[in-house]
């Protein structure tokens, strides 16, 4: 019998997503979609690779824990996990929660699910926080080397529009991104923060929107303890991530427009400076993808004790520019 999931936040970019990957899982089914917005339609109107009859609907947040879903996504806003997390709780169940916001991702309560670094299996785990997108690509690059570093890492940021979300602002206006760059929140950034609490060292994160869609690129500056070979460094982000099909070590630096619509993460362009002691790395990433709905699935499957890739296409085809028609 297949498990049960529902998604809270259903109308965003992500939520479409969710539902494009959930709907084609081998052994998970939609339990409902909710949205204010969209109350009442049918969620195929807007998705069209869903081909199911559920409606987008609205329930109150102490009606969510009755629904019966044994999974619950909330793709909300930050700062809005909180109510639906507490009638869960209320309610005593046992179902689990996945939040892509930022709401848990530093609360020791809650399993940050990055699955590619995390020490544990997450089965039988009912409280997981999704990283976020940048947060995601950042750890990525710098992790395989977090023995070695001195001092701070820097690492600059670009991001597609999508990454705003759907309500309007000026990060997200694609007229005003237009043959622009436009940087934001470049000291103290909730990703800057969560970065620096889950590898426990600094990190300054200095982020940018762009006039594409999807998609994210971040380059690190890494200071280095000793020199290293370049053949070295190789080796080494080879090894910490041979056996995860979803990041992939390239040698030259991977771009943006080759990760949009792809499951997973690229990490590659290693250059050592002349002494050995600084290195620069580039990881991309769908924002929308592995930095968001890619993981919440991955998380799923752990938390059921599924095939970590069951329902997750490594190949899948170019996606169109809007995440809902």
């Given at each position: 019998?297949?498990?049960?999931?529902?998604?809270?936040?259903?109308?965003?970019?992500?939520?479409?997503?969710?539902?494009?990957?959930?709907?084609?899982?081998?052994q998970?089914?939609?339990?409902?979609?909710?949205s204010?917005?969209?109350a009442?339609?049918?969620?195929?109107d807007?998705?069209?690779?869903?081909?199911?009859?559920?409606?987008?609907?609205?329930?109150?947040?102490?009606?969510?824990?009755?629904?019966?879903?044994?999974?619950?996504?909330?793709?909300?806003?930050?700062?809005?996990?909180?109510?639906?997390?507490?009638?869960?709780?209320?309610?005593?169940?046992?179902?689990?929660?996945v939040?892509?916001?930022?709401d848990?991702?530093?609360?020791d309560?809650?399993?940050?699910?990055?699955?590619?670094?995390?020490?544990?299996?997450?089965k039988?785990?009912?409280?997981?926080?999704?990283?976020?997108?940048?947060?995601?690509?950042?750890?990525?690059?710098?992790?395989?080397?977090?023995d070695?570093?001195?001092?701070?890492?820097?690492?600059?940021?670009?991001?597609?529009?999508?990454?705003?979300?759907?309500?309007?602002?000026?990060?997200?206006?694609?007229?005003?991104?237009?043959?622009?760059?436009?940087?934001?929140?470049l000291?103290?950034?909730?990703?800057?923060?969560?970065?620096?609490?889950?590898?426990?060292?600094?990190?300054?994160?200095?982020?940018?929107?762009?006039?594409?869609?999807r998609?994210?690129?971040?380059?690190?500056?890494?200071?280095?303890?000793?020199?290293?070979?370049?053949?070295?460094?190789?080796?080494?982000?080879?090894?910490?991530?041979?056996?995860?099909?979803?990041?992939?070590?390239?040698?030259?630096?991977?771009?943006?427009?080759?990760?949009?619509?792809?499951?997973?993460?690229?990490?590659?362009?290693?250059?050592?400076?002349?002494?050995?002691?600084r290195?620069?790395?580039?990881a991309?990433?769908?924002?929308?993808?592995?930095?968001?709905a890619?993981?919440?699935?991955?998380?799923?499957?752990?938390?059921?004790?599924?095939?970590?890739?069951?329902?997750?296409?490594?190949?899948?085809?170019?996606?169109?520019?809007?995440?809902?028609?």
């Open positions: 019998m297949n498990a049960q999931v529902g998604i809270v936040g259903g109308r965003g970019h992500v939520g479409a997503e969710l539902i494009r990957l959930l709907s084609a899982h081998p998970f089914e939609i339990a409902y979609v909710s204010r917005e969209l009442g339609q049918p969620v195929a807007h998705v069209r690779e869903y081909r199911g009859d559920l409606r987008f609907t609205t329930p109150a947040h102490e009606d969510l824990p009755v629904l019966a879903a044994g999974a619950v996504v909330l793709a909300l806003p930050n700062g809005k996990a909180g109510a639906c997390v507490a009638a869960f709780d209320r309610a005593h169940t046992d179902s689990v929660i939040d892509l916001s930022a848990h991702r530093f609360d309560d809650w399993l940050y699910g990055l699955p590619e670094l995390a020490d544990a299996s997450a039988g785990v009912r409280r997981i926080a999704n990283p976020g997108c940048y947060a995601t690509a950042m750890q990525l690059a710098i992790a395989p080397m977090i070695a570093l001195v001092g701070p890492v820097q690492c600059f940021g670009v991001s597609g529009y999508s990454g705003a979300g759907t309500s309007p602002s000026d990060k997200n206006d694609p007229e005003k991104l237009r043959d622009n760059l436009m940087p934001y929140a000291t103290g950034h909730v990703h800057e923060r969560e970065v620096a609490r889950h590898l426990r060292h600094p990190v300054e994160f200095m982020p940018h929107v762009a006039p594409h869609f998609g994210l690129s971040i380059t690190a500056n890494l200071h280095l303890a000793r020199s290293f070979e370049i053949d070295e460094v190789r080796a080494i982000y080879r090894g910490r991530y041979a056996g995860q099909p979803l990041v992939r070590v390239l040698d030259d630096a991977p771009w943006v427009s080759r990760i949009a619509g792809a499951q997973h993460a690229e990490v590659g362009g290693l250059t050592l400076a002349p002494d050995g002691r290195l620069v790395v580039v991309t990433l769908d924002n929308l993808l592995k930095g968001a890619t993981q919440a699935v991955q998380n799923l499957n752990r938390a059921f004790g599924f095939d970590e890739l069951a329902g997750i296409p490594l190949q899948a085809p170019q996606p169109s520019g809007d995440a809902l028609r």
